[in-house]
């Protein structure tokens, strides 16, 4: 699976749009681009993922460059509640591929009033 | 509401002493899967699932061992083996498919006495 690049902290103000960079330039072309995030003590939580298209849900929206190196997670209205540590994972689907997420070290977002 | 269940939330265990943590799942999902956290790191594969009575081992199976009786059940047991058991387990689930995402119980944390 392709290795990603997040940074390690962002802050946004509460109500305010946080985009959330990540970068996999090494990306290959059936890899999918997944989010998580984790709160601490509780497991991660889907958000979206998307092969080479923007994606949208009740969550979040998911923006992927033309070239798929990078991509961009959006939680257009932050609350409290999205203080979190957001991980992007890039993994390969089918093939031998048996599921395994791998997690890096993730962007730990703080949402402040 | 369809989810995944698990339990306890805290174990304590004496060493020597084996412990079956608790995973179901009312999501449909063929797919299984056990994976363990330590603080401050990511998640490392220990066995998955992808069908009713076969399991594989991940990266970390020294250990453990799983039993995938029913297709809503996928338990752990840590074994007296497992000479580092201390960590937070997490179970995941995912429908078949190859880009289909896990979703993720709140996970058990296991400490040794």
């Known amino acids: 699976d392709a290795k990603t690049t997040q940074p390690t902290s962002m802050d946004c103000a509460e109500g305010r749009a946080a985009n959330l960079p990540c970068n996999h330039s090494?990306?290959?072309?059936?890899?999918?681009v997944y989010w998580y995030r984790q709160i601490h003590s509780q497991g991660p939580q889907y958000i979206i993922h998307?092969?080479?298209n923007n994606e949208t849900n009740e969550m979040a929206s998911l923006i992927i460059t033309e070239d798929r190196k990078s991509s961009t997670l959006i939680l257009p209205h932050a609350t409290l509640r999205d203080t979190a540590v957001y991980y992007c994972?890039?993994?390969?689907?089918?093939?031998?591929?048996?599921?395994?997420?791998?997690f890096g070290q993730g962007t730990i977002l703080t949402v402040h009033p | 509401d369809g989810g995944i269940t698990q339990s306890p939330k805290y174990l304590f265990r004496k060493e020597g002493q084996n412990v079956t943590l608790s995973c179901e799942q009312n999501?449909?999902?063929?797919?299984m899967y056990w994976y363990r956290q330590d603080p401050g790191q990511g998640l490392r594969l220990i066995y998955y699932?992808?069908?009713?009575?076969?399991?594989q081992k991940g990266d970390i199976a020294e250990g453990y061992s799983v039993s995938r009786e029913k297709k809503e059940s996928f338990p752990l047991t840590v074994t007296s083996a497992q000479k580092n058991p201390t960590a937070f387990y997490l179970c995941?689930?995912?429908?078949?498919?190859?880009?289909?995402?896990?979703?993720f119980g709140d996970g058990t944390r296991l400490s040794i006495l």
């Open positions: 999501l449909n999902h063929d797919a």
């Open positions: 090494t990306i290959s072309g059936n890899e999918y």
């Open positions: 998307g092969l080479k």
């Open positions: 994972i890039v993994r390969l689907s089918g093939g031998t591929s048996y599921g395994k997420l791998t």
């Open positions: 995941a689930s995912s429908a078949t498919g190859g880009n289909q995402p896990q979703h």
């Open positions: 699932s992808q069908i009713v009575n076969d399991f």
